[in-house]
Structure formats: structure tokens, C-alpha cells
């Protein structure tokens, strides 16, 4: 045993000493610092951390700032969100064909994130690049613009208001939904409390706004058709029409646009695009399987699926589960 002792006391000494003589060695022969050895390290340290930051971003969660008041007063300008990148599946490049996705679907009040598909591309080398800047500075930049020098958004935030099979109507900004398996239309409000939805979507514009707006479209379909003289032109329109303030343009374009291919219909029944436009407007939008019709939570400013149409399951990129900005109004989002 005692043998034994000795040569783990010899050992160690043997051990000790050697680290001890190493330390002097690197001590004595460190190499000198040099400013591109240094730049070389913070180099190598920013692009490791950019890499990892595109591989949580990409497959985990992303950061995005809300840039619209569309999800108001759910979400309001400049607040940030945790984005969770893979719970309808797993993309293997921004923009890429999504797998896994055969479970895990989107649900009915999710808010997501998906690819705007009125986004113009500037070619895939661009958009790459641009979403790797974008994803790599916790999206700070963004170099894709539009050509007004306003921000192109090639992703968008909104709420899953109706899924396949459901039909969506707009009467003066209301919504009307007929669920699948149905007949009839049924107010939002009663279908959200009905089904215990969030009561997040809210309308901002009154009621009385609508008599003047619907005038206004109606005037503006006569004027587009050529008919200007008064004797054409129903008088109770233009009464109407003088109850409205603010005349810049209209708050609520979907509604506007409604009443003005009905107007237009009306005037020349065998216009084929104003029958179709029409028929498309007073049947409401049916969502087919595996779509999704996106709507803003702030009803009545916001580009939703009103304008574009449904889009497929597969272009949503994420569901917005936690507000981390600003820091008073921190909070989950996965069941609002």
C-alpha cells in the first residue's frame, strides 16, 4: 500500500510540475497581438453567431416587428413577437416546400405568419439574401423595398379567420360567416362567442360612416360607366354622399369596391367583368381545403384575405406565440 502511495504522490508532483513548467512555456512565447489577428477573431465570432442565429431563426423561432396596424388592438406598430418556425412543419429554406407537415395543421384563431402573395420577387438571389439579413439581425434590416422606398413585406401577420370549407362574406365592414356544413350566415361576433374564439377582431369605423361611403361608390360607378348628368344619377346619392367628412379616401376599400361592382352591375347586367366581380363580392369568398383565409384583427384597416383571397397551408411560415416588446405589454399569444 505503501508503494502504492508513493508512486500516486511521484505521479502527481510529476503532473503538477509539468503544467506548471507548460504555463511558463506559453507565458514566455505568447505571440504578440495584432490588430488583423484581432479583426480575424471578432470576424470569426460574428459569423459563428450569424450561423447560429439563421439556424433558430430558420427552424426554431424567429423575431418579427409588426409593421401595420392591421392586428391592432391585438398587436400594435413596432411590437415585437416570438415566432414559433415549426410547429406546421419544418422548412428547409426560406421559401422552401415544407415537410412534416401531414399532423400538424394550422387551426381556426392562430395567429401566423405566411408569405404575402402579393409580394413582387426580385429574383431568388435577392430574396435569399434579403431574408438572411433580415432573419441574422433579429430583424432589424431589411433591404427589400418597394419602389416608393416603402418596405416590400414579403411576410405577413394575421389571424386565421375562416379554414376550408367555411364561406366569408363583408356587409358594411361586419363580418358574416356560413361554417362548413351549414346554411346560413351567421354575425362574427355570434359565431366567435358560439365557438369560444378570442374577441381580439374589433371595428374602429361606425356604422353612420357607411350611408356616405356607399353613396360615394355608387357615384364613383356612375362616373367610371360615363354617366354624369343629374337626371341619370338618383338624387338621394349625392345627398348622402355630402354626410361625409373625410373624403381623401374611402376607410374601407373592400366595402368600397363592393357597392361600386353592384352599381356597375346594375347599370350594364351583360358586362361580364362587373357580373363576375359582383358574383365574387355577394357570394363571399369560400375557403377551399387546405387554405386558410388570413384577417387582420383591426377589421377595418387592414390588406387581408379580402383582397388576395385565401392562401394555401403551406406558405404559413409560423404561429405568434409571445410578445416580448415593448415590455409593459409582455405576454402570451398562443391562445388570444
Known sequence: ???????????????????KQLKIYEKNNKPSRTFLGELKGWVDALVFAIIVILIINQFLFQLYIIPSPSMEKTLLVKDRVFVNKNIFGLEPYPGGTKLGTKNRRVHRDNIITFYNPEYVSKGPVFDIL?????????????????????????????????????????????????????????????????????????????????????????????????????????QYLKSEYTSLTEKNYPKDGYGFKTIENNIQHKINPTDFNSRSNNAIYQNGITVPDGYVLPLGDNRDNSND????????????TGQVLFRFWPLNRIGYLGNK
Request: charge should be positive; charged fraction near 20%; aromatic fraction near 10%.
Open 1 to 19: 500500500m505503501e508503494k502504492f502511495l508513493t508512486k500516486l504522490e511521484n505521479k502527481t508532483v510529476s503532473y503538477l510540475t509539468h503544467r
Open 305 to 316: 384575405g379580402r383582397y388576395f383571397g385565401p392562401v394555401p397551408q403551406g406558405s404559413v
Open 130 to 234: 434579403a431574408q438572411v439579413l433580415f432573419m441574422g439581425t433579429l430583424s432589424l434590416v431589411k433591404i427589400d423595398r418597394n419602389k416608393d422606398g416603402s418596405i416590400a413585406e414579403r411576410l405577413l401577420v394575421k389571424r386565421a379567420g375562416a379554414m376550408n370549407g367555411d364561406t366569408v362574406k363583408f356587409v358594411n365592414g361586419n363580418v358574416l360567416i356560413r361554417s362548413a356544413g351549414t346554411s346560413s350566415f351567421v354575425p362574427e361576433s355570434t359565431f366567435r362567442v358560439n365557438n369560444n374564439l378570442s374577441s381580439g377582431p374589433n371595428r374602429l369605423i361606425e356604422n353612420t360612416y357607411y350611408e356616405g361611403m356607399n353613396a360615394w361608390a355608387a357615384l364613383y360607378a356612375y362616373q367610371e360607366k360615363g354617366i354624369k348628368t343629374d337626371a341619370q344619377i338618383p
